[in-house]
């Protein structure tokens, strides 16, 4: 884990790292890098907006993208996270998107 004192670094370092799943670039190991990193931020920060701007991007970018690598990224992240989180806040947070992925048509990515 990378370690981030400073509040406004850790915002601009978790906001290239969600660039850099948003993006083609990274090769899947990158990828699964990148969201272990997000995932202990997640759950490791006091800082509200650092929160905030992880799950936003992973709720309303990456969990409803029409790539499918994007889509996995968001997958890789909640692999990352699960363990790190309770149960009640994953159902409460990404429980719904989570489920959205039981109907979906491409075989890399089924549930």
């Known amino acids: 884990m990378i370690n981030t004192n ?3 670094h850790a915002k601009e ?3 290239m790292m969600l660039k850099a799943l948003a993006s083609k670039a990274p090769s899947q190991p ?3 890098a990148i969201t272990v990193n997000l995932a202990k931020m997640l759950s490791t920060r006091a800082n509200y907006q650092v929160r905030q701007l992880i799950h936003k991007k ?3 970018d990456l969990a409803v993208s029409k790539t499918f690598q994007q889509r996995q990224a968001f997958l890789f992240f909640l692999e ?3 363990p790190q989180i309770s149960i ?3 159902n409460q947070v990404y429980m ?3 489920f959205d992925y039981k109907d ?3 075989p890399q990515i089924l549930l």
Do not use: S, W, Y
Request: glycine letters at 0%; a positive charge.
């Open 6 to 8: 400073d509040k406004q």
């Open 13 to 15: 370092l978790a906001t």
């Open 30 to 32: 990158v990828k699964k």
């Open 58 to 60: 992973m709720l309303q």
């Open 80 to 82: 990352a996270l699960i």
């Open 88 to 90: 009640a806040h994953f």
């Open 96 to 98: 719904e998107k989570f």
């Open 104 to 106: 979906e048509v491409v």
